[in-house]
Structures are given as C-alpha cells and as structure tokens.
C-alpha cells in the first residue's frame, strides 16, 4: 500500500470539473512526476492531497491519516489535516519566503513554531539543511539579495526542516531563469537519491526522464496514461500522451 493514496477524487470550480474521479498511489521512497497541458488538473491534485484545495469528494490517504472529503468540519478532522500537512512539504512555483527574514531565520521558522523546537536546535538544523541545499555562504542573506534559484532551494530547506514523510513540488522552476534552473533540479535530483518520496509537477521533460520512477500523463482532468518514465517517453501508447510529448519536442 502507498504511504499516498488518492481514492475516487473529484473537484469542480462553478461548473468547471477541474478533476474526474482520480485514483492514484504512491509508494515510500518513489518519484512520481505527474505532467500535462495547463489546465489539465495538476496542481489543482497536488494542492487536494494536502487540503489546500478540498475535493469534493473522495478519500485520502497520507501514511495512517486518512480524510474523506465533504464531511463536515470538526475538531478531529482539522486535526486530521493538520496532522497530514505537517507531514508534507509543499514547494510552490513562488518562494514565499518571509521577505524580513533571513534565509536561515526563514528555515527555523517552522520547526520553532510548529513543532515547538528548541531555538539551538532549530538553528543547528537550519544550518545543516541550507548547506545540504548548497547555500552555506548565503544564510544571513535576505530574500531580495538572493537570486530566485538561491530563494526556491531556501523554500526546499525549509520544507525540509519539517521532516516531511513526503515532497510535493507544484512547478517549482517554472518562475526562474533558465539558467537558474539546474540547481535547483540538482537538489531535488539528491534528494530523490536519498530515498525521499516526491511527487512533482513539472514541465522539466529531461528531470521526468532522468529521476522519476513513474510519470502520470493528464489531461483534462483524468489520468491519460501512467507508466515507467522509458515507457512513457519511448513508447507511449495513447495518442493524445503521444501528441503532448510532440508538442513540448520530446518525440
């Protein structure tokens, strides 16, 4: 069994269905990397996992919490989806990262905060996390004297500070530099290496062939085709997966 698991989702905005009857698992320490037209669903999917969209319906399931969605609100199902997004780290395509902080303030943040830290073991762990990141000679740099590459590896060190079960990563290099790209591909490329469980949306065609242990190809709000990322790249077999890798200059 998955340490994610997605039963039955479904999520419209007005009369727009965003999201059809998804189901999908994923195993610990597997990279999923789910691609697609805009518009096809997937961030919206990644932000269903965590609650930061409720679906409409159906069930997730994150290690051993689990949240049907459409219940009503109560104590125990807050708890619930706190417990769940405690236990994902979340990186956006914009950093945010607190404009006043320092990028190793930005990173004890949470773990002070949330998990109620000691201040010198947050920092002890902030320091490891940002050098880990490639950022040793830049902690006490504010946001703005840092490049967005530099700022996107800040926010995957803080997501780590949190010592999430699994990554979630909604496009994070499509609001940088070409340039500044690779870095940041680096750093997730190591900790895919290391076990962690991801799962990204991406545009980033040579990042899916080269590290995810599974691409899931959408479109309009359905999983088209899932497969090896071999499979999906050299023989995929729907036409429309065939179509998307034609345009985006992959066949």
């Not at 999923?32 to 679906?55: A, W």
């Not at 409409?56 to 919490?65: C, F, M, P, S």
């Not at 995810?212 to 497969?227: C, S």
Request: hydrophobic share 40%.
């Amino acid at each position: 069994m998955g340490i994610i698991q997605l039963q039955n989702i479904k999520k419209s905005f007005d009369e727009n269905v965003v999201l059809k009857d998804i189901n999908l698992s994923v195993g610990k320490s597997e990279v999923v990397v789910i691609m697609g037209p805009s518009g096809s669903g997937k961030s919206t999917l990644l932000r269903c996992i965590t609650f930061l969209e409720e679906p409409d319906k159906g069930v997730i399931r994150l290690g051993e919490n689990e949240v049907t969605a459409g219940n009503q609100p109560n104590k125990q199902r807050k708890a619930t989806i706190r417990e769940l997004r405690q236990n994902t780290g979340f990186v956006f395509q914009q950093f945010n990262l607190f404009p006043h902080r320092t990028a190793l303030e930005n990173v004890m943040e949470g773990p002070i905060v949330i998990k109620k830290m000691d201040r010198d073991q947050a920092k002890k762990k902030a320091i490891a996390l940002l050098t880990k990141v490639g950022l040793a000679d830049r902690m006490d740099h504010y946001p703005a004297q840092l490049s967005g590459g530099q700022q996107q590896r800040v926010a995957i060190a803080r997501a780590l500070s949190m010592e999430p079960m699994v990554m979630l990563y909604d496009e994070p290099t499509s609001a940088l530099d070409p340039e500044l790209v690779r870095e940041v591909l680096l750093v997730m490329k190591d900790l895919a290496k290391e076990g962690m469980t991801m799962v990204v949306v991406t545009h980033e065609m040579g990042f899916a062939k080269d590290v995810a242990d599974r691409v899931i190809f959408m479109d309009d709000g359905v999983i088209v085709e899932e497969g090896s990322s071999q499979e999906i790249f050299n023989n995929p077999k729907e036409e429309r997966t065939k179509q998307f890798l034609q345009d985006v200059g992959e066949e």
